[in-house]
């Protein structure tokens, strides 16, 4: 049974009493301390705070790509504490898609060759043709044979939007989307990625320190020195104590 926000509705992902550190001995840091939220199927929400305050890290939690050292993160219904490395990179290639803000498109391989790179890994046979109309989607129909060093960087995040829409996940996760864009390419990123999640129902996590960007969203969550601000989280206080 799906768990809910207080008006109701479905959390697609909800973290209860979640503590992450990283490194060992003397360098060990606290990242995330006590961490519960939750996040309606739908939404878009925007991960805000100061440099260092643990925003990425709660995104990658979220992702499936740290694991906690406490706590609980359910994703999609889904425990992931209850999955092996390979089953969380089946769960995401199934409902999730990733974007960063340095692209990590890969430089051998052409824009349409990024794109599908998801969905051949899932064995999809019409990887190509899915690739293609999603590329024309983002408005690169013209440069699908391009490598990424002929593209412009707001090119390549398009690119990168493309490859991570592409098998059409329920949740996409973007740390810093526009971060590395010029402000006009920027805001059509922002454009592109609102307009489209929209249209497709796609619950949109992004971190951001674009004030404007973040405005964007449906709700902020606040994060300083890995605690989340409880005014922001959207979850009742019942279900953090479970």
Known sequence: MADTLPNGSDAVIKLSA???ALGSGAARVHILKHVSLAVEAGESVALVGPSGSGKSTLLMTMAGLERVDKGRVLVAGTDLAALNEDGLARFRGQNVGIIFQSFHLIPNMTALENVAVPLELAGRRDAFDRAAEELALVGLGHRMEHYPSALSGGEQQRVAIARALVARPAILFADEPTGNL?????????????????????????????????ARCDRLIRIH???VDANDAGLAARSAAE
């Open 18 to 20: 979640v503590e992450l």
């Open 182 to 214: 010029d402000e006009t390419t920027g805001r059509e990123i922002a454009d592109l990625l609102f307009a489209t999640c929209a249209e497709r129902g796609t619950t949109l996590v992004l971190v951001t320190h674009d004030n404007a960007l973040a």
């Open 225 to 227: 020195s890995g605690v």
